[in-house]
């Protein structure tokens, strides 16, 4: 074996001694000296395990710097990160320099200093400076500190990345390799991941940006040397940075290993969706071993191909399922067929499907859950079987994506079916598909429902949703409407909508779509884990 692996080596075995596992680590930027050791306190206290204190802005009392990694209750990395690296620091190199030295040589040493990849190179002289305060084989002198190099770029993926990777590689002073750039997609993510595992000494390497939360929250997955968290909202240092709370609470941070199973939710937008809350809480309380992410794909089939097939051939990554909303539901069934899975017969009919599973040996399954959540939230309510639904009278607002699941659905057990939309062309589309014997569907129009009464009445339209509280699927109430009438509204934001206040001042029997959600997620949830969905738990975690 060469001395020069032999080092790399002790240097892994050095780094894995000062942090066995991945450290969650607080990024601070520090304003004033209170002001970061108060907010390093908080960190301490939420479970971080390292501070990195970002002094782009704090190099003019140099005193201060010794006190700062003196007092800081975790230990901690030093950066003075310049201004065409996404950071604060614009003065010279000989003051950011010196503020480094300062910050190194007190009572108390910071366990890492970073350094641009870049600035490293630039200078003979500063290397030379900064050599006398890292730990390096040739160090003199006892040093606990050790040198990140790292690079950065706030545009996308630099074309010369790898080339960074082996450059630092190469830097015998360097202990720690560093990289972060701007995600252009999900796939980025497999990237990072890649690097980390083929790693010659400890590697952090991050996507930034709402693509780039996987590399975040899965870097202890798959063993990088950190990950870096605010210590609350509004108070990070990178775009896309969670916090210590929603990384340990909301993404199971603790309980992430190697083998953790991946799942997550895919559609555009995702940002807002509160699956990763009802599943991640439910992966924990049933002690399975999966994390639960937002997977945002951009809405055209190319993208979706692209991303789920990058996804699930990266196989350390264990990608083992996804719930699927707009606008890719009906893509995710053509992927399936493409890949030679399996659909579930009343999901080809529906023409969309919102659940992917992957199989025990690797095969690719989709189905629907909207529908059956739709049937048994109603069932339940009326306390009949959904075999029972045969000849009732349902009357369905919206004819989208969960329209076409429920008219599905509700004709396949026989009901009689009358659809109203905004768009007649796709209500008589619709209609049409389903004509036949076995169903009955029939355009409508919303003023219909004044003189032709129905059993139960159903909201698949966005009428009524957040920010729009105050629109209405049923602006005239008609007199029949009553005690024997179901009115379920499939919107959850808000839970209580105009239309259910008012169907439940009728006398009517209403439904939340907060049901309708959960027992959509609860099916999902046993397809992925063949465990009941713990129910009670998923309410808890929707707030």
């Not at 005193?63 to 030093?78: D, G, M, W």
């Not at 991640?280 to 979706?304: C, D, K, Q, S, W």
């Not at 994506?401 to 009358?418: D, F, K, L």
């Not at 049901?515 to 713990?534: I, S, Y």
């Amino acid at each position: 074996m060469s001395s020069n692996r032999k080092s790399q080596i002790e240097n892994q075995k050095s780094n894995a001694t000062l942090f066995p596992m991945t450290a969650l680590t607080a990024a601070i930027m520090v304003r004033s000296l209170e002001q970061a050791l108060a907010e390093a306190a908080i960190a301490a206290e939420n479970g971080a395990d390292l501070i990195e204190l970002r002094i782009d802005g704090f190099t003019d009392d140099l005193k201060q710097l010794a006190t700062l990694v003196q007092r800081c209750p975790l230990p901690c990395i030093i950066t003075c990160r310049s201004a065409e690296e996404g950071g604060e620091f614009d003065g010279d190199e000989q003051t950011r320099i010196a503020a480094l030295e300062h910050a190194a040589i007190g009572p108390r040493q910071p366990a890492y200093i970073d350094l641009e990849l870049a600035t490293h190179q630039r200078s003979a002289n500063l290397r030379q400076k900064i050599a006398l305060i890292v730990q390096h084989d040739d160090q003199q002198r006892p040093v606990d500190t050790r040198l990140i190099l790292s690079a950065h770029d706030f545009r996308g993926r630099p074309n010369d990345l790898l080339q960074k990777f082996e450059a630092m590689a190469k830097t015998p002073h360097c202990r720690i390799i560093k990289v972060a750039w701007l995600a252009r997609s999900l796939r980025d993510n497999i990237e990072a991941f890649e690097l980390i595992e083929q790693r010659c000494k400890p590697t952090i390497a991050l996507c930034m940006g709402e693509f780039g939360l996987p590399s975040r929250v899965l870097a202890k997955k798959f063993d990088a040397l950190l990950t870096f968290a605010a210590v609350k909202d509004g108070l990070g240092t990178a775009i896309g940075q969670p916090t210590i709370h929603e990384l340990k609470k909301l993404y199971r941070w603790d309980a992430i290993q190697r083998d953790t199973k991946v799942y997550g939710v895919i559609g555009d937008p995702v940002g807002h969706s509160r699956s990763p809350h009802i599943h991640n809480a439910g992966f924990t309380a049933t002690g399975y071993n999966g994390v639960y992410l937002p997977l945002r794909i951009p809405p055209e089939y190319e993208h979706f191909k692209a991303t789920a097939g990058a996804w699930l051939d990266y196989k350390p990554l264990d990608f083992r399922g996804a719930s699927v909303t707009i606008p890719h539901k009906h893509n995710l069934l053509k992927f399936v067929k493409e890949c030679g899975g399996e659909v579930e017969q009343l999901s080809d009919r529906i023409g969309a499907a919102n659940t992917l599973a992957v199989r025990e040996d690797g095969s690719l399954y989709a189905c629907n859950t909207d529908y059956a959540a739709a049937l048994d939230v109603v069932c339940a309510k009326m306390e009949i079987a959904r075999e029972q639904l045969r000849g009732k009278r349902v009357f369905v607002f919206g004819a989208g994506g969960v329209g076409r699941a429920v008219v599905a659905g509700y004709s396949h057990y026989g009901a009689q079916i009358r659809l109203s939309d905004i768009d007649a062309a796709r209500v008589a589309q619709l209609a049409e598909e389903f004509a036949g014997p076995q169903y009955q569907v029939k355009p409508a129009a919303s003023a219909d429902l004044r003189s032709e009464p129905a059993d139960i009445i159903i909201n698949c339209s966005p009428l009524g949703m957040h920010p729009h509280e105050q629109s209405c699927a049923i602006e005239q109430w008609p007199d029949w409407a009553g005690e024997n009438t179901v009115v379920f509204d499939m919107v959850y934001n808000p839970l209580l909508t105009r239309l259910l206040r008012e169907a439940a001042a009728r006398g009517c029997a209403t439904v939340s779509g907060l049901e309708m959600f959960l027992h959509q997620a609860a099916a999902q949830f046993k397809l992925w884990t063949n465990l009941p969905a713990p129910l009670d738990v998923f309410r808890k975690a929707m707030g």
